[in-house]
């Protein structure tokens, strides 16, 4: 029966890759649970037993690599290597984020000691890159850090990071798309809002209706459709034009630089100094989405850390100079908070500087939003070839050897949101999605080198439990008492205290279960531990409301979970078991230690 119906199921991704159009509700739920009312609801009395089965269960590398990513029948194109990632890395994160954030953190939070908050900062994104380097290294698929959890932590974990990760990419293509909107109306010497559409009759907020948003959407998808190597090819001239442009803020800028600016230098002290370091953090973010591309690099264990790293180690140096040459030129309490590189070059007579730095801002804003078009739809396709999104999804394009489905289709979400609205509630929202992903990776890394199912003994396996859960819950202290404590730093030296003697008790007591075949993050465990303690304490910096949006927003992941991923994962892991794929689960491996 079950081989049966993985005929019929390979059938129909067949067929619909054949006429490309034309859809049915089978090819959207194809699995054995939602072919009746009856089978549905046979599948909802099985949910206990199924979710018992599901939560703790575990793929592996093999069918991740193999069987999880052929279902998509056709493989991408490799035609990256690692100069095309250095270009696609420094255009992922190098977008609008250091012309405005370096504005706030100056004046209110840092002064001129703003520098080293972005080395701060930078340090704890290229914590995170390292982490994320060894997992894209041994794991080279289009589902980047949703591929190593589901690995790793097991499919629940995966699934509600992945919703996390889909909502994270659709808001910030959003948000880039409506800023470009902004900086192109500054270019024509316009206001920000010119180009948009005021409709009094919707509500505040969403009344500002931005058709140009909706249009350079559409023509990056277009690009991003149709060849791979020519988006690559594409990012690197505008990315190149970019860097080109803060090379003129440096050299322009340091020529009217005045050393006196620079006292004094910490005005706010070592807090204000961290608080910018919070904030600024999000100027780095978007290297993630160059590890879906994996399966589309020539050489992974060359190319992806040469890439991931390399672009990472430059833009955290042009950051911290751009900052640097932007308090040498101006007091850092004369600093404006919406455009400070702008009003920095007039307060020094260049005011048509400010046509160069829009234009910069603008190309950087291009290149960030091709890069997120291109990675939403690989860690789509992914979700989609687990079943935890419909198999529909997961098809590549025969002839371009790129997504083409599911990039129209997230494509068109960020399309509908950027149209109607101002994303000012859904900012901090997005900020939490990201810090939960990039807090899950290091954990995932930790447990994939200290943990192998069936090997290790029941005794290290609850000792590593334990030593997470006290990383966690300490980074979680430090986050709190950060939060709540304006006066003191008792609370946060305790509990960074437990944090240090709990990743040197787990460096001294557990042996690593597991090496890297190619490349691997160093210092374990404290590199993982210590990226797993900043996100988590960078997480204290943002509002209670958006927890509690967050928290909602979970929730109605758990509901979807329950009533339709659960069961379409359950269906999906049988057909690939079927197929003689090997899946791991740690209640039984668990069970098989204790009988041996």
């Known amino acids: 029966m079950i081989n049966s119906n993985n005929e019929n199921v390979d059938q129909r991704h067949s067929t619909l890759t054949k006429r490309g159009c034309g859809c049915s509700k089978k090819d959207f739920l194809p699995e054995e649970s939602f072919t009746s009312w009856g089978s549905y609801g046979q599948a909802l009395l099985e949910t206990k037993a199924r979710l018992k089965n ?34 696609l890395g420094i255009g992922a994160v190098m977008g609008a984020g250091v012309f405005v954030l370096t504005g706030e953190a ?53 699934f509600i990071a992945a919703g996390n990760i889909l909502f994270e990419y659709i808001v910030v293509g959003a ?57 690559s090819r594409f990012n690197s001239i505008l990315t190149i034009l970019h860097v080109a442009v803060m090379v003129f803020v440096l050299v322009v800028g340091l020529s009217q630089a005045n050393v006196a600016n620079f006292s004094p230098f910490a005005p706010f002290g070592a807090r204000g100094v961290l608080k910018a370091s919070a904030m600024l953090f999000f100027a780095y973010v ?7 591309l994996g399966e589309e690099i020539k050489n992974p264990g060359r190319d992806i850390p040469v890439g991931l790293i390399g672009s990472m180690v430059v833009v955290i140096i042009t950051y911290c100079l751009l900052a640097a040459t932007l308090c040498l030129m101006q007091p850092f309490n004369q600093v404006d908070v919406n455009a400070p590189f702008t009003i920095a070059f007039q307060a020094v007579g260049m005011n048509w500087a400010k046509f160069i730095v829009a234009f910069g801002a603008l190309k950087g804003m291009t290149t960030v939003l091709l890069a997120n078009i291109i990675a939403q739809a690989r860690y789509f396709t992914h979700i989609a070839r687990t079943h935890m999104a419909p198999p529909f999804f997961s098809v590549i394009n025969e002839k371009t050897g790129t997504p083409v489905t599911a990039t129209v ?30 807090s899950l990776v290091p954990v995932a890394l930790l447990v994939r080198r200290y943990y192998v199912s069936g090997e290790t003994p029941d005794k290290d396996r609850n000792k590593l439990i334990m ?24 609370g946060c030296i ?37 990226s797993i303690a900043i996100n988590v304490f960078i997480m204290g910096s943002i509002d209670g409301a958006s927890f509690v949006r967050f928290s909602v927003c979970s929730a109605i992941l758990l509901i979807y979970y329950l009533l339709v991923g659960l069961h379409a994962t359950y269906d999906g892991a049988k057909e690939i078991e ?11 491996s668990a069970r098989t230690n204790a009988n041996k």
């Open 409 to 438: 289709v997230m494509t068109v979400a960020n399309c509908i949101i950027a149209f109607f609205t101002s994303l000012d509630i859904l900012a901090n929202l997005v900020s939490i999605a990201t810090l939960f992903v990039y």
């Open 54 to 87: 599901r939560v703790l269960s575990r793929s592996s590398d093999q069918s991740e690599l193999h069987k999880v990513r052929d279902s998509s029948q056709h493989q991408m194109k490799k035609s990256l290597n690692w100069f095309d990632l250095i270009w």
């Open 494 to 530: 305790i509990c960074a205290g437990v944090w240090f003697f709990t990743t040197l008790g787990l460096h001294l007591t557990l042996k690593e279960a597991r090496q890297p075949k190619v490349w691997g993050t160093p210092l374990m465990p404290w590199l993982p531990s210590a």
């Open 175 to 231: 948000s880039v798309a409506r800023s470009w909107t902004s900086y192109f109306a500054t270019l024509c010497n316009h206001q920000p809002d010119d180009f948009r559409i005021n409709v009094s009759s919707l509500s505040e907020g969403y009344n500002h209706l931005d058709p140009v948003a909706v249009v350079v959407t559409l023509l990056i998808c277009a690009c991003a459709c149709v060849s791979m190597k020519g988006s």
């Open 467 to 490: 030593f997470l859960v006290l990383i966690i819950l300490s980074s979680i202290g430090s986050g709190v008492f950060w939060a709540i404590s304006e006066h003191t730093w008792l």
């Open 106 to 158: 100056t004046k209110s939070l840092a002064g001129p000691a703003v520098l080293l908050s972005y080395a701060i900062s930078g340090l704890s994104a290229l914590l995170s890159v390292l982490c994320y380097t060894e997992f894209s290294v041994e794991l080279p698929v289009a589902g980047g850090s949703f591929a190593y959890l589901r690995v790793e932590l097991g499919d629940f974990v995966a």
């Open 578 to 588: 079927s197929k003689g794929t090997n899946t791991t689960d740690i209640e039984a």
């Open 286 to 292: 978007g290297f993630d989405g160059i590890t879906t």
